[in-house]
Each structure stands twice: as C-alpha cells, then as structure tokens.
C-alpha cells in the first residue's frame, strides 16, 4: 500500500486519478470479502476476492492507459483517449456491484461487522463517482 501511494504521490502522471478510484473500490471489495466471510456467506466473499482481483488489474490498466495517451498524437491519440475512457468505466462498473454487495451485508450480514460493511459501501459508491467523473472529462476532451 505504501509503495503505491508513494507512487501517487510522485511527480509523475500516473498512476492518477483513476488509479486511485480503482484501488479504493478494490479495499472496499476487500472488506466485502472479510464482513461476508465473518457472515458465513461464501459466494459474497468470493465475489468480492474477485472484484478485488478485477479492481487491482484496472489500476495498473488506468495508469498504462494514460501513458499512453500522454505519448501520443494525431489519430493515435483518439484511439488511446477511447481505452483511456473504457477503463474508468470498468471501474465504475466493478466499483457499483461492490456496493451492491456491501449494501446487501449491511443489511443481512453480521451485525458486528455493520460498520466495516457500510464503509465499503461508501467507499465503492465514492470510488464509482469518481471514476465516471473521469469517464466525463475524457469524453470532453
């Protein structure tokens, strides 16, 4: 965890944004899993390994995909600002069934494990609209 926000933390373009969003939904999917497992619910727990999985593969996608828009021009560009544009939308994507299922344990999950439940959904729901704010300025440029 250190390392990668000391990587944000660089003066450096990527990993950005996105990055970031993706890699908070990806600890909210991680509290997914322990609330789940302390929940005696398997498939949730696994569905969120998964969704964690998924989440940590689109911060390294996002920040590649910058790069990339930062070293092209002309058509080249077009194309790389569309993959720019898909990765963010995968991570809102990934980042609102997280909160789905985080939602859902807040509701039917181990009382004790509220908190931690209702923080992934926040943190899922946080990192979705940051995200599609990203989907958004992508799309206007």
């Known amino acids: 965890m250190k390392s990668f926000l000391d990587e ?7 990993p950005g944004g996105g990055a970031v969003a993706a890699m908070a939904a990806a600890s909210a999917a991680a509290l997914v899993s322990m609330v789940a497992r302390f929940s005696s619910s398997d498939p949730v727990a696994s569905a ?10 689109l911060a390294t996608d996002d920040a590649e995909a910058y790069t990339a828009v930062l070293a092209s021009r002309g058509d080249p560009r ?8 898909e990765v963010p ?7 609102a069934e997280v909160a ?8 039917t999950g181990n009382p004790r494990l509220l908190g931690d ?3 992934a959904e926040l943190l899922a729901e946080a990192a979705g ?10 799309t206007t440029e």
Do not use: C, F, W, Y
């Open 89 to 95: 939308r995968a991570i809102a994507a990934a980042a």
């Open 129 to 138: 609209k940051a995200a599609t704010v990203l989907v958004e300025i992508n």
């Open 78 to 85: 077009k194309e790389a600002m569309r993959v720019a544009t």
């Open 8 to 14: 944000v933390a660089a003066r450096t373009p990527a």
């Open 100 to 107: 789905a299922l985080a939602h859902s344990l807040a509701a």
């Open 117 to 119: 439940a209702r923080v």
């Open 48 to 57: 969120g390994d998964e969704l964690r999985a998924r989440l940590v593969q």
